[in-house]
């Protein structure tokens, strides 16, 4: 038997992406290969429950089991996949396909720094870029973007005034929004005490800015992408979890 190791499974409001407001069933899985300086999951590190594939998917449809299915509207709710990172464990894949073909619209969360070559097409993956601040941009798998497809979306959590200069240029070199949509979040100062001691500090000379600051850039700037806020830390605690 398939197993996950699960950190938690709940039903909430999607709070990022082109997907925020839409109600959605989060599947966050423990694990994760890197440790970017401003993780707001660190406790899916190492903490989680191993569950059955199966058992997996049978909770998901007994969370998703209130809302009717319209004919030919998309299924509600959504399944997003996050963590941690999702794609480290192997049986994910498969179970990923299942949910396509059980109706579902999929959405996975990735650090983009592991092969997304392998994840069904029919998933939409929202895939981080990582910035200068994150500790973690030498980590990024450049060849993840041949993979993308315009349903995807590459999103970049800026801190810092050089993260907007790398991002700018970024976009440009590579001319990432003819990919897909792009998505702009700032990097809140974690509110978690203590923070996490296995965090990545953010490289010295790196200048903070606040998401004021960051609008007024993208803005001077025209860069062609989707401004968000994590909404689920506005309606509730941002420290609170399975919401």
Same mark, same amino acid.
């Given at each position: 038997m398939e197993t996950l190791v699960v950190n938690e499974i709940?039903?909430?409001?999607?709070g990022e992406s082109s997907w925020t407001g839409l109600p959605c069933v989060f599947v966050r899985l423990t694990g994760c290969n890197l440790r &970017?300086? $401003? &993780?707001? *999951?660190?406790?899916?590190?190492?903490?989680?429950? @191993?569950?059955? +594939?199966?058992? +997996?998917?049978? !909770?998901?449809?007994?969370?998703? =089991?209130? $809302?009717?299915?319209?004919?030919?509207?998309? @299924?509600?709710?959504l399944v997003e996949f996050t963590g941690g990172? %999702?794609? /480290?464990? @192997?049986?994910?894949?498969?179970?990923?396909? !299942?949910?396509?073909d059980d109706g579902f619209r999929v959405l996975l969360e990735t650090s983009g720094a592991v092969d997304i070559a392998p994840v069904d097409p029919r998933v939409h993956r929202i895939m981080d870029l990582k910035c200068p601040s994150s500790g973690e941009m030498h980590r990024n798998r450049w060849d993840n973007l041949a993979c993308l497809r315009s349903a995807d979306e590459i999103k970049f959590v800026v801190g810092t005034a050089e993260d907007c200069q790398w991002v @700018?240029?970024?976009?440009?070199? !590579?001319? /990432?929004?003819? #990919? &897909?949509? /792009? /998505? +702009? *979040?700032w990097a809140a100062p974690l509110t978690t *005490?203590?923070?996490?001691?296995?965090?990545?500090? +953010? %490289?010295?000379? =790196?200048?903070? #800015?606040?998401r004021e600051e960051l609008v007024r850039r993208i803005l001077a700037d025209a860069w062609p992408v989707?401004?968000?806020?994590?909404?689920?830390? #506005?309606?509730?605690?941002?420290? !609170?979890?399975g919401v």
């Amino acid at each position: 038997m398939e197993t996950l190791v699960v950190n938690e499974i709940y039903s909430s409001l999607q709070g990022e992406s082109s997907w925020t407001g839409l109600p959605c069933v989060f599947v966050r899985l423990t694990g994760c290969n890197l440790r &970017c300086s $401003y &993780c707001d *999951s660190a406790y899916a590190f190492h903490e989680g429950t @191993r569950w059955d +594939v199966e058992d +997996v998917r049978r !909770r998901i449809h007994e969370l998703a =089991q209130p $809302y009717p299915i319209a004919p030919g509207a998309p @299924r509600l709710p959504l399944v997003e996949f996050t963590g941690g990172e %999702p794609l /480290l464990q @192997r049986p994910v894949f498969p179970l990923l396909t !299942r949910l396509c073909d059980d109706g579902f619209r999929v959405l996975l969360e990735t650090s983009g720094a592991v092969d997304i070559a392998p994840v069904d097409p029919r998933v939409h993956r929202i895939m981080d870029l990582k910035c200068p601040s994150s500790g973690e941009m030498h980590r990024n798998r450049w060849d993840n973007l041949a993979c993308l497809r315009s349903a995807d979306e590459i999103k970049f959590v800026v801190g810092t005034a050089e993260d907007c200069q790398w991002v @700018r240029d970024v976009i440009a070199q !590579r001319a /990432l929004a003819a #990919i &897909c949509p /792009l /998505l +702009v *979040s700032w990097a809140a100062p974690l509110t978690t *005490s203590p923070r996490d001691p296995s965090l990545r500090a +953010v %490289p010295e000379g =790196q200048h903070p #800015i606040g998401r004021e600051e960051l609008v007024r850039r993208i803005l001077a700037d025209a860069w062609p992408v989707r401004f968000q806020i994590q909404m689920h830390k #506005i309606l509730w605690a941002p420290d !609170r979890r399975g919401v």
